[in-house]
């Protein structure tokens, strides 16, 4: 935001959140509201404190701090002393007083009902700006949600990419009530410390029970015909009234703010269109998590590397197109190698992409062996995922796990024919290449004798098979990334103990994670910190995904439309999810933005 006018510098950490023409529009309402909210008075080492010293000096007080200097007035001329007592004149020490800061918040309740719904809210979204940095200036904490939204849903703490979002999806057909301002009342225990409390909306808000002693703002539209503006009057709890009129930008960057305020109007590899043939259907992460492979609805499969940033150019993704009459069953990246695509023909499987042997490089088909079970490609099943390691001899170990939670392993290949395709493991969890190692973990199998009644981390490729318990009795599990506090064998890990209940594997010992109903659990990472590593879960309305972990939940994300399918990386801070429509998003957990858009090209 170094492009910034010097007039909106203050909030240029804030506006950052938006593209810098965006940024530019709202900054204008930004620097007109701020001047009429005013500053928030910072709460100083005034009288009544706890003691702390001394300050300065001072004209009056008791002659017990009297500085010394005025003391040799009574020596030398002591009717000089009475003399600037009676006018005023002699300096006393003056005390410094301590005050709490920590409990100093800001509480901002918006209404998102019918009366402010459209063009009011691009008002509520400066104001959340000005807010937000006026609390910011004076250390104060800064809470804000949607008024007709339960607080247990809609409580934000700072101002963040993902929480306005989640405020744009909030609407509600109720006009803001009572109920709703005691609910938030309770929650946020306004009754005993009101503090800096502010209500967003209509004047009817002012009208309501409990409202009293709150500052408002009131938003309206002037029933003009042709009218493009706001009328926004400020209603501070401790000053005058100050009306505002804001001028609204052009009508396509009104329906960016309202619709999403992050997206950049100029088109870029980020945001990509697909034809019919082109369309997403399935995706999944590569055994490294660095690189995402898209399943396409017309047989082709693509390797897309994970951008670092959402400002890095997303380079052209590998893609391997089988021949007609084959199907495709796994898909899988290789660092040193490329995209690998095993594919389906008739009775036999062949390798789009070349498998590594001591004498180089080489093709390769399987057949599966009779009586044997086959890789399961049913249309609904998950995408089946396909992981490489080269042992010490310079052969190519692949590995298949199918939709089923089947491993496989591919043979390799032989000179001059095909080698086999065998099940080596009935029930995995999960698959990943962790520290270049690849793992992946069992579901524990049955009761009884002989038989793992806990999860088990297998390490592939060794012999003989080395396991390693994990005290888990459900056996669904997640690797995960993480920059610290990981397991020393398997990395971040989460693997469901009881039905409600999660298990994190960490370097210090296993944590406990409960998962309310109705969630369903897409990975585990680590956010940014101070945050601890927690599980990424779907919320029952298919569309949020929350954060729950050993501190309160949070929303990440909200997506577009109903998700069918949605998991996270293992190698990098990211998460992914496709909707029902096509639409595929990649999300950075550490901006808390999108990385990488795909949705379908319109039908006329």
């Not at 409202?211 to 009131?218: D, I, K, L």
């Not at 064998?489 to 010992?509: C, I, P, Y």
């Not at 949020?544 to 577009?560: E, I, K, Y």
């Not at 429509?581 to 090209?601: C, H, I, K, N």
Request: hydrophobic content about 40%; charged content about 20%.
């Amino acid at each position: 935001m170094n492009a910034l006018p010097p007039s909106l510098r203050p909030w240029a950490a804030q506006l950052a959140l938006f593209p810098e023409d965006l940024a530019r529009h709202l900054g204008q309402h930004v620097a007109r509201l701020s001047a009429a909210v005013g500053t928030l008075r910072p709460r100083g080492d005034a009288d009544g404190g706890e003691p702390q010293g001394y300050d300065g000096l001072a004209r009056r007080g008791p002659f017990d701090r009297l500085l010394v200097s005025e003391w040799l007035w009574a020596l030398e001329a002591p009717e000089e002393l009475v003399r600037r007592a009676a006018f005023g004149e002699l300096s006393f020490l003056k005390p410094a007083f301590r005050q709490p800061q920590g409990a100093r918040r800001t509480v901002v309740l918006l209404d998102v009902g019918p009366d402010q719904l459209g063009l009011p809210r691009i008002a509520h979204l400066a104001l959340l700006v000005v807010l937000a940095r006026r609390a910011e200036a004076v250390g104060a904490a800064f809470t804000w949600g949607a008024l007709q939204t339960g607080p247990a849903r809609a409580t934000h703490e700072g101002l963040g990419g993902t929480s306005l979002l989640a405020w744009l999806e909030a609407r509600s057909n109720a006009p803001a009530s009572a109920l709703h301002l005691a609910a938030w009342r309770d929650a946020l225990e306004l009754s005993q410390a009101p503090e800096d409390v502010w209500l967003v909306g209509s004047s009817r808000l002012g009208c309501l029970e409990g409202a009293a002693g709150m500052s408002r703002v009131e938003v309206s539209e002037p029933m003009e015909p042709g009218a493009h503006r706001l009328a926004v009057d400020v209603r501070p709890a401790s000053r005058e009234q100050r009306s505002v009129v804001l001028e609204l930008p052009p009508p396509d960057d009104c329906l960016r703010l309202l619709r999403n305020p992050f997206a950049s109007s100029r088109a870029s590899s980020e945001w990509q269109t697909r034809g019919a043939g082109q369309r997403i259907v399935k995706f999944a992460f590569a055994g490294d998590g660095r690189r995402v492979l898209l399943f396409s609805a017309n047989g082709g499969v693509e390797a897309l590397a994970v951008p670092h940033s959402p400002r890095a150019t997303v380079p052209k993704p590998r893609r391997i197109f089988v021949h007609p009459g084959q199907q495709v069953v796994a898909a899988g990246w290789r660092s040193s190698g490329g995209l690998l695509v095993l594919a389906r023909h008739r009775d036999s499987y062949v390798m789009h992409g070349q498998v590594r042997t001591p004498e180089g490089l080489r093709r390769a088909r399987y057949h599966a062996v009779e009586n044997h079970p086959q890789p399961a490609i049913e249309e609904g099943a998950p995408p089946s995922s396909l992981m490489s390691w080269v042992d010490p001899r310079g052969w190519e170990r692949v590995w298949l796990r199918d939709g089923l939670g089947r491993l496989f392993s591919l043979v390799p290949p032989s000179p001059g024919g095909t080698s086999a395709l065998i099940q080596e493991e009935e029930a995995v969890s999960a698959m990943a290449e962790v520290r270049s190692r690849p793992l992946c973990v069992l579901r524990p199998q049955s009761l009884g004798k002989g038989r793992a009644i806990i999860s088990r981390l297998k390490v592939l490729g060794e012999e003989p098979a080395r396991f390693v318990p994990i005290n888990a009795r459900h056996g669904e599990a997640h690797f995960g990334y993480s920059p610290s506090e990981a397991h020393p064998e398997a990395g971040l890990l989460a693997v469901r103990d009881k039905e409600l209940e999660w298990k994190l594997f960490l370097a210090t010992g296993v944590t406990v994670v409960p998962v309310p109903e109705g969630f369903r659990v897409v990975g585990v990472v680590q956010p940014p910190a101070p945050s601890p590593p927690g599980l990424v879960a779907l919320h029952p309305d298919q569309r949020s995904f929350h954060f729950f972990s050993g501190q309160a939940p949070r929303t990440l994300a909200v997506a577009s439309g109903p998700v069918v399918q949605a998991s996270a990386s293992h190698g990098q801070p990211v998460f992914g999810w496709l909707t029902r429509a096509g639409e595929f998003v990649l999300w950075d957990l550490m901006e808390q933005t999108v990385l990488y858009r795909s949705v379908p090209e319109a039908t006329p």
